[in-house]
């Protein structure tokens, strides 16, 4: 059997994407290494959702977040952040009447419009130019009533992460002892603050 070259591109994906999938399901990501594998980290508020797929037959989700603050990256306040990640946002019939079920696989992000959040975004693909949040779906917080979480309620972010003494204020301390959500403020201002400050090159953060 022969393959086009849009399936050999789209099962190569598939095949490099599986096990990273499964290790975010698996593996928590604590915020030392959101922080390290991200190229730009940011909160802003989702503006619009959609898929489709690419000149090279891959399916993809692209998001456009209105940026409201960055702590990593230069991103203006008010511009726009555009990204896609693979697969689609839900399974879709093509017109030869061929269900496609490409859909992000698990353990990836899941975007709706007008959601609040702070993302910590991993580089590009070299390839397809496809990205996600460092981390799959650790790196992707919600942001409701003041407070912030990910998919898994925050477990771990703070696990085998120490703080030089003296560095954090009170409520940053505070942070560190909270099960759950923590206040987007506080968690926003340390993340940019570890970044500008360069905790963890100076090892001020380990």
Avoid: C
């Avoid at 975010?24 to 730009?40: D, G, T, V």
């Avoid at 008010?78 to 399974?91: A, H, V």
């Avoid at 696989?105 to 959040?117: H, K, L, S, Y």
């Amino acid at each position: 059997m022969k393959f086009k070259p849009q399936m050999v591109a789209l099962l190569s994906v598939l095949m490099l994407l599986a096990p990273i999938s499964q290790a975010a399901k698996l593996i928590p990501q604590n915020l030392k290494q959101l922080i390290s594998e991200s190229e730009s980290i940011l909160s802003g508020q989702i503006q619009t959702v959609s898929d489709g797929m690419s000149d090279q037959g891959i399916p993809y989700t692209e998001v456009t977040i209105k940026v409201n603050s960055a702590a990593k990256g230069a991103h203006a306040k008010g511009s726009n952040y555009t990204f896609r990640q693979f697969g689609l946002t839900q399974p879709r019939t093509l017109p030869n009447g061929t269900q496609m079920l490409a859909v992000s696989p698990e353990g990836f992000p899941r975007w709706n419009q007008d959601e609040a959040v702070i993302v910590f975004m991993h580089k590009a693909a070299k390839l397809t130019g496809l990205r996600t949040t460092a981390g799959m779906a650790h790196g992707k917080f919600t942001v409701r009533g003041g407070k912030v979480a990910n998919e898994f309620n925050n477990y771990g972010i703070f696990d085998n992460v120490e703080f030089s003494d003296g560095l954090l204020v009170p409520a940053e301390q505070e942070m560190l002892q909270t099960q759950g959500a923590y206040d987007a403020a506080d968690f926003m201002g340390l993340v940019g603050k570890a970044v500008s400050e360069q905790w963890i090159s100076n090892g001020k953060m380990k």
